[in-house]
């Protein structure tokens, strides 16, 4: 059974830092990963989206990478902002199953 | 192109009663997942339909089912509610072409009591 975890699970840091946003699964046998935000109360936006042949997708500030043989993946925020303030989830699909990571409480303080 | 929609939007519903939620998704996605979200669980996949069938399920009793219709739309059912039904329930859909790329519906907040 796939496993896929987030460390930290809350993470504070000042405004303009840059900060990378961790996710570990287990089975490395995952067809495709994507990267989302969600703010309290609300559903969930979409980052990234990265294919299994793929090692990493740019989007603006965002930057992640996939390492299926380390069994994990790394969201990348360039110069933080308040507005970036959300929780970051995985997610990951092996071909039959869908599965979210555990999530990250990420606060940017002004 | 309009967003994936979920009705109700709120739900307050009494234990041992069943429950429908419906997801229309976005125009040409034929995809559509489902999600439950806990505090305790975080989020967890229920089933996904691809052209009025289950292609694909989670770990969930066989209280949960859905359906989805021809033109795409989505229904989820629990029956028997359980006070640990009470969640946040997103649904998704996903464009034909493989990647199963997510899109993610508001959700419906499910209070059972």
């Known amino acids: 059974k796939q496993e896929v975890t987030q460390i930290p699970a809350a993470l504070s840091v000042p405004e303009g830092e840059n900060l990378v946003l961790n996710c570990s699964f287990t089975?490395?046998?995952?067809?495709?990963l994507q990267w989302f935000r969600q703010d309290p109360g609300k559903g969930l936006t979409s980052l990234l989206l990265i294919q299994s042949s793929q090692r990493e997708q740019t989007s603006g500030r965002l930057n992640a990478s996939l390492d299926k043989s380390s069994g994990r993946s790394t969201l990348y925020i360039a110069a933080s902002q308040p507005g970036d303030s959300a929780t970051y989830l995985c997610w990951l699909f092996t071909g039959n199953q869908f599965y979210f990571g555990t999530g990250t409480s990420l606060t940017v303080i002004p | 192109k309009a967003g994936v929609t979920q009705t109700p939007r709120y739900l307050i519903k009494t234990r041992g009663q069943q429950v429908t939620l419906s997801c229309s998704p976005i125009?040409?996605?034929?995809?559509v997942s489902w999600y439950q979200q806990t505090p305790g669980q975080g989020l967890q996949f229920l089933f996904e339909?691809?052209?009025?069938?289950?292609?694909n399920k989670g770990n969930f009793p066989g209280r949960f089912s859905g359906r989805q219709f021809s033109n795409s739309r989505s229904e989820m059912n629990v029956s028997t509610l359980e006070l640990g039904d009470s969640a946040l329930y997103l649904c998704?859909?996903?464009?034909?072409?493989?990647?199963?790329?997510?899109?993610f519906g508001p959700g419906t907040r499910l209070t059972v009591t």
């Open positions: 339909y691809f052209s009025e069938t289950q292609r």
């Open positions: 125009s040409g996605h034929r995809s």
């Open positions: 998704a859909s996903a464009p034909v072409g493989g990647l199963y790329e997510q899109y």
């Open positions: 089975d490395s046998a995952i067809y495709n």
